[in-house]
Every structure is written in C-alpha cells, then in structure tokens.
C-alpha cells in the first residue's frame, strides 16, 4: 500500500512539473505574440501581457463592432447607463451586458492603479470629497481605462 501512495505522489509530481514547465513556455510565447501585436496597449500602466491578451481577444472576435471609442466601452460593459429615478436624480449606472472578460480585464487595470496610481488615488479622493460612492467612482475609472485602452488597440 505504501509503495502504491508513493508511485502516484511520484507521478503526480512528475505532472506537476511537466504542467509548470509547458506553462512557462506558453507564457513567453504569449508574451512574445502581445507586445508584437500591441506594444501601445502593453505599456500603459497596470495593463500586463495577460490583460492586454484578453482585450486583444475581444477587439479581434468583434472588428465590425469596434468602430468607435462609444462601441468599445458597450462591447467591454463600460457604457454608462442612465438610472434616473424621477426628475430630480440623474445618474448611471453599470452596464451589465457586454463582453465579461473584457470588462474584468478593465476591472482588474482600474485596481492596480486603485492601489499604486498617484493619479487614480487622487482622483478618488476628489470624488469621494464630491459624494460620489465607491462603485460610481469605479464606473468612471472603467470608462476612462476603457476610452485610454482603444486608442492603443491594434488596428
């Protein structure tokens, strides 16, 4: 029974490190097939090879829908949406349609620079000081990232 356990832990590890490897290895490619097909997009800040990958993924399945910087936000979820409650409140909110991968690789720029961007901290700030809440803050953020990610797309 022991030698048994032991030849599948064997196993397992030998797996394990096969997988690892072939992972490193897609990782480069894919790094390689990123920066060739948009360097713009890789260097802006909190956009890594990953996340640019995702929105080069979705740009390229959709090239009819991409005509304009108004056609992106909607394909990555980001257009704002009018919720107006009566005539006195006038706000948007989230739009849940739209490409979800796109819209969590937006999302997860918006947190990096949430956590280290001078800029995006400040302008929090200012928004919080104006009474805007947390999500309607990440709203913006997202359509900023998103307006800031098209103009870098590969054409």
């Not at 948009?38 to 929105?55: E, F, K, M, S």
């Not at 999302?107 to 400040?122: E, K, M, N, P, Q």
């Not at 913006?140 to 098209?150: F, G, I, N, P």
Request: proline share 3%.
């Amino acid at each position: 029974m022991r030698y048994a356990t032991k030849l599948a832990m064997r196993s397992l590890g030998r797996r394990v490190l096969a997988i690892d490897d072939e992972i490193t290895q897609l990782d480069v490619a894919l790094a390689e097939l990123v920066t060739a097909t948009a360097p713009d997009l890789v260097g802006l800040y909190g956009v890594g090879v990953d996340t640019a990958a995702i929105l080069c993924v979705a740009a390229g399945d959709n090239p009819q829908r991409v005509r304009s910087e108004a056609a992106w936000a909607h394909l990555c979820g980001v257009a704002p949406l009018e919720a107006t409650s009566g005539k006195l409140t006038h706000r948007h909110r989230l739009n849940r349609g739209g490409n979800r991968q796109a819209n969590h690789a937006l999302w997860r720029i918006v947190f990096t620079r949430l956590g280290s961007d001078a800029r995006t901290r400040s302008y929090v700030a200012r928004r919080l000081d104006q009474g805007r809440s947390r999500p309607e803050i990440i709203r913006s953020l997202k359509r900023y990232v998103a307006r800031e990610t098209y103009r870098q797309l590969p054409r």
